[in-house]
């Protein structure tokens, strides 16, 4: 095989007789890489951009045609609780991922998630244990803990790992972007399911730095759960517990 110097297509030499004979040119995978970037807009009446609050938000890209994209490699990842939170509040893994929820309060917890990523009840451990949890296929799951409403986080489990998250002044950036046509999915915390499968949408891929644009939607609301049994939440009698 050799690489024609003049038109980056690999061609096939045969020898016959002693002689080298060119055969018929087949175009080379293009191996374009870009930087993706898009800005998150919120709708907010009566309030100036400069004062917009991002919530928590995430993009990623899939392709449309299969093998173009490498799959994400699962790895091992931690949601600690400590001070009643979970650190970080939100986590993007590849999916098949185990992720730890270690206690490092002097309290027990009760971690669970009834939601479409990853349904699961962790049930009520003590301070310094651990327990995982393996999210195997892609999809949001909304974590919670049973006895403290205030605790929340979100965990992202994806196939590609092709995506970002917003940062502090709303934009995205997705790095190392293979040039195609991928479908674009996005999530922002408190938004409604409809509204951000209305945002999923084809895009091209193609120059070195690619602006998607403006991801509009509407301010998401401030998050609202039940506990694990569809219930509000008691107020705590004990709260060492």
């Known amino acids: 095989m050799a690489r024609s110097r003049f038109t980056g297509h690999v ?29 998150l807009m919120l709708e907010q009446p009566g309030k100036a951009s400069k004062a917009v609050q991002y919530p928590p938000a995430v993009i990623w890209l899939n392709p449309a045609s299969p093998h173009t994209v490498p799959t994400a490699v699962p790895g091992k990842f931690t949601l600690m609780q400590k001070n009643k939170m979970f650190t970080p509040h939100l986590l993007v893994v590849p999916a098949g991922s185990s992720v730890a929820f270690p206690n490092a309060d002097p309290f027990f917890h009760n971690v669970f998630s009834l939601f479409d990523g990853r349904r699961f009840d962790l049930g009520l ?3 310094g244990s651990s ?14 803990c049973n006895i403290h409403a205030e605790m929340s986080a979100v965990v992202i489990s994806l196939t590609t790992p ?16 293979p040039e195609g046509d991928y479908d ?11 509204e951000l499968d209305r945002l999923t949408r084809r895009v091209h891929i193609a120059a070195d730095n690619a602006y998607l644009g403006e ?9 609202q759960h039940l506990n694990k049994f569809g219930k509000p939440y008691e107020p705590e009698a004990h709260p060492v517990y």
């Open 184 to 194: 674009l999915h996005v999530w922002i915390e408190g938004q409604k399911q409809n």
């Open 11 to 39: 061609s096939r030499v045969l020898l016959f007789a002693g002689a080298a004979v060119l055969c018929a040119q087949t175009p080379t995978v293009s191996e374009h890489r870009a930087e993706v970037t898009a800005h």
């Open 162 to 177: 092709l995506y970002g998250q917003a940062d502090a002044q709303g934009v995205f950036h997705i790095r190392d972007v």
């Open 131 to 144: 327990r995982s949890v393996t999210f195997s296929r892609e999809g949001v799951s909304y974590i919670f």
């Open 125 to 127: 451990y003590e301070a």
């Open 215 to 223: 991801i509009s939607s509407v301010h998401p609301g401030a998050p």
